[in-house]
């Protein structure tokens, strides 16, 4: 007698082709991306064992002079070993800011499957080459920073490479809720990171980073044998990237009026034809030209990318630096014990998750990516000046603050590297061309790396001056963001302003005046409406400055 099939296989065979492949490709690379940062993780927890409080375990076996560094490991026993360690960060940082700006046309020439395979095991090898020195007895600084600098320039395959996949096989509709979720896998990460480099941080640290190494060579290989790159690779209808009503708005992640003729389904199992995916899978493909990848500087001409990459390099400034400095701020000013910090510190993660969700549902219901970032930037100045001065008053407040900040912060970091670098990367202005999107990738995070590096340095440098100072750095640097997006905010909301007077009436057209955008969805009408009517005396939805005659 045979069993049911299972439930599991009747699931799967229950949903379409489609369906299943774009599963698989948001599992793969949630898997490969939760590696590279698991990877990054051991550093930080391993800095203390590197240089400990010798004083605490006993006299010294040896009877050498310094009794207070026996224990340590060299180079770092020394008094500038917190020179020593920002030296190991800033070579990472450094380096993966400066790599990401050439991965990305990397990864436009090879395929995507090679090169991040190949990226993750050599991040597997210098990620185990640092725990080796342990094994090896290595007590040379430059031993250190170079396989540093190493692996922060093969970090840089990963990001563009899966939000190139991601953003092949989802359309624009559904990118910032599904990227959102997806996005959260930088805080699985760093958490499972700390617990895999906190089971050998005392007994052996080099195993702290041999381990995660061999963890990210391993998915590297599943994902060799099993990532699909496009879905017209294994017969699958290729994503809807622009609706076909949609306006340029400032971002340019929106598009004109397209042919519907030749714009195939998103979710549909037909192609334009009617053939259907297992028809064309079958059949044989007619020759087509490759188009080419496109220039560094033709990425940066596409609207909107110089506008997030900037804004961009200062919201990541504000995450990296509560990334570094949170525990010991939470330390200094809480009073807690070290690891109560580091406990208390990964709600800021966890409010990461949640605003990066919050932020991809928001702008996929708006339509924009912009404006939701700007809100966000907005509130979380305030927020910011808040938990300094009220944040450590309990463990409530303490709590609840940092979830809200960390929602704040993340919530439009998360958005721009996400979502909206996979709309940047098939923007119109590209006409179908798909090998821009790893590059528009790695400049936007490329940027951004530039913040992260700078934003502990000058936290660093300010700290002994008054956390209140470091508060103020960030608060500036939120600011500064907000502004840098505010010509895509204008223009997003001229889009809605637009929508809602010619649908109702409200704006009255001449000759063809004022330009009027077509409405991209009419079920944000009611959202949109109270935002509009009072600005559109202030915006002016006009070419010209003055209104012509009826």
Known sequence: MRAALAPGVRLLRALPRDSRYRGLTLVLTFLCYTSYHLSRKPISIVKSQLHPNCSALGPNPRNDSNSSTWCSWAPFDGDNYKELFGALDNAFLVAYAIGMFISGIFGERLPLRYYLTGGMVLSGLFTALFGLGYFWDI???WYFIIVQVCNGLVQTTGWPAVVACVGNWFGKGKRGLIMGIWNSHTSVGNILGSLIAGAWVSSAWGLSFVVPGIIIATVGIICFFFLVEYPE??????????????????????????DPEAVSSNEGPLSISGQSSTDRLDSPKEPVEEPEAISFLGALRIPGVVEFSLCLLFAKLVSYTFLYWLPLYIVNVAHFSAKEAGDLSTLFDVGGILGGIFAGLISDYTGGRATTCCVMLVVAAPMLFLYNHIGQNGIGTSIAMLIVCGALVNGPYALITTAVSADLGTHESLKGNAKALSTVTAIIDGTGSVGAALGPLLAGLISPTGWNNVFYMLIAADV?????????VVKEVRGWCGCIARK?????TVLGWPPVPQCQNMALVPLRKDVCYPLLSLLHLHAGTTRPSA
């Open 139 to 141: 007590h040379v600084l």
């Open 233 to 258: 690779d294994v017969g699958c209808s290729p994503p809807l990237h622009h609706m076909a009503s949609d306006e340029e708005d400032a971002g340019g992640v929106t598009s004109n009026e397209k």
């Open 480 to 488: 500064l963001a907000c502004l840098l997006l505010a010509r895509v």
């Open 504 to 508: 109702r009436g409200y704006v009255r």
